[in-house]
């Protein structure tokens, strides 16, 4: 049984560029008060945090998590999230193979991998995954080297080979377009702008939760 296992799950993911101005840590601790299900700490792009700095956030990250007992997961920083005993670490193709990053964790943390294709999808469960990020599902301006949107037609064909393997649709969610993410088969919707840039966190995460059908993922 997957540990990815808060189904249908909101999940939102920040990095310090992505607040649109507002501070982090607060948009984190209104997302989490309203009840999303997971955290990814996704520190990229210009005047990104390193060394010190992003040790220091990402352990407030933590501590707000753990607060609001919420998985806190790290993207592609395997040496951080080892450093600060995170919950979990989402990777990309780019990034070290999943393998070697399943036997570096160890079996009890969460391990995530962005997928495009139902090969990628083959190779991340083979390789020892809970889960998959796919997409992008629609346009998306947060990530610079996005691929192209694929719509659901890439979730829908993991969800037919790959019954039980939770996908979390990820690119251009918001609570408006959700509905066809949770109808193709995603066990979750992954989210950045749509939670951040809110004007009521509170209730875009309820709008994105009451999007989901009974059942979803499951």
């Known amino acids: 049984m997957s540990k990815f296992s808060r189904v249908p799950a909101v999940y939102f993911i920040l990095g310090t560029g992505n607040a649109g101005g507002k501070d982090p840590l607060a948009v984190l601790e209104a997302a989490l008060k309203a009840g999303i299900d997971y955290f990814q700490l996704r520190e990229k792009g210009q005047n990104a945090l390193e060394g010190a700095e992003l040790l220091k956030f990402a352990l407030d990250c933590k501590e707000l998590c753990r607060r609001y007992e919420t998985p806190f997961l790290i993207n592609d920083d395997l040496e951080l999230a080892r450093a600060i005993d995170a919950d979990g670490l989402h990777i990309g193709q780019d990034d070290a193979p999943a393998s070697m990053v ?8 969460l391990l995530g ?49 790959y019954p039980k393997l939770p996908i979390v649709g990820i690119g251009g969610i918001g609570s408006e377009n959700a509905e066809s993410v949770w109808k193709a088969g995603a066990a979750g919707v992954a989210v950045i702008s749509a939670i951040a840039h809110a004007e009521d966190v509170a209730a875009e995460v309820t709008a994105l939760r009451a999007s989901a059908l009974d059942g979803v993922g499951k």
Request: no cysteine; proline share 4%; charged share 25%.
């Open 113 to 161: 991998v962005s997928v495009h294709s139902l090969a990628e999808a083959k190779h991340a469960v083979e390789s020892g995954a809970d889960y998959v990020g796919m997409g992008p599902v629609f346009q998306t301006s947060t990530k610079a080297d996005a691929k192209a949107p694929a719509g659901v037609a890439g979730i829908q064909q993991v969800k037919d080979a």
């Open 102 to 109: 399943r036997k570096i964790l160890g079996a009890e943390k």
